[in-house]
């Protein structure tokens, strides 16, 4: 079983409209409202595909948190802790140009809170023993200390990997808690590693030296753009096919969802690649949040050439 945590989860609103115009009315040809969150995205993957996940997250006790509770348990299995705060809405408008996202701000968990999620974490880990359990999208800098100690601490009872999909600073503070896995993107790791944008070689050290700090995986995505990954013992180059995208929203948490189904199944670390890009792309002619066009897809595959480490 995969566990994946969301400390912030939303409905999805996502407007489909021929093209975005500002300062005009703009007709919507399409209308998705739907639960979501990165790691909730990355559990209705994996259970459409028929892998075993529990998503857990805080979800307040109003109207709004039951509406969430009710539709996300269509999707998945869910498990949830207490929450002082309400549902955010984030907003997607997808035009021919592109994708314009409003996203509304999350807040810090208070301690009490915290204490209730970890509890619940660890209660459903000591009954379930996850392979994996994977802490996605945004965490508050003055929770992410507390939560990779009990994190790690949890991992290391039940015998499951930590992965980390996370940004900023509080990205930093968790990966001291050396994560197994963790899925930057290219201007994630420019934070961490300023001179990562300057070019691919300067990208490749970069990830090259986290994968040794935190002695783990890094799968660098990087758009439609070639992205990298490093094991410590290999380093890919992956090259993805043209395609004309539907929705790319979720192809990130499409791809880390790809990734921990193939290693919790034993595959080895290209074929995990492999399969984190196979369904980014799976994800990308989709046009909800979550869910994959595998058949879509498959004709498409990115291309992965082992580099010299």
Known sequence: M??????????????????????????????IFEPSGKG????????????????????PDSELGDLWISAASEKMI??????????????????KTGVT???????????????????????????????????????????AEALGQALRR???????????????????????????????NRDEISVWYPEASSSDQALISSIQDLAKRING?????NGGKTAYASNNKNLLEIVPPTIAAVNSVGAGDASLAGFLAAESSGSDFVTAVSMAMMWAIASC???????????????ASASIKELVQ
């Not at 995986?217 to 995505?221: A, G, K, N, Q, S």
């Open 154 to 184: 949890i991992c290391d009872s039940v015998g499951a990997k930590l992965a980390i999909d996370t940004s900023g600073e509080a990205a930093e503070i968790l990966f001291k808690f050396a994560p197994d896995f963790i899925k930057p």
């Open 78 to 95: 869910i498990s949830t802790s207490k929450s002082g705060h309400e549902i955010r809405i984030n907003t997607s408008i997808i035009g």
């Open 217 to 221: 995986t890094v799968l660098c995505t």
């Open 40 to 59: 909730i995205n990355v559990s209705i993957d994996l259970a459409e595909e028929q892998f075993q996940t529990l998503a857990i997250a805080p979800i």
């Open 101 to 143: 996202k409003i996203n509304e701000n999350f807040e810090k968990l208070s301690s009490d809170e915290l204490k209730d999620l970890v509890g619940v974490i660890e209660k459903e880990a000591t009954e379930h023993k996850p392979k994996w359990i994977a802490l996605c999208g945004s965490v508050h800098l003055e929770n």
């Open 285 to 299: 002619q989709n046009s909800k949040s979550a869910g994959l066009n595998l058949k879509a897809a498959s004709g």
């Open 2 to 31: 995969i566990f994946t945590i969301t400390l912030s989860p939303t409905f999805d609103l996502t407007y489909h409209v021929d093209d975005l115009v500002t300062d005009q009315v703009n007709r919507v040809g399409r209308k």
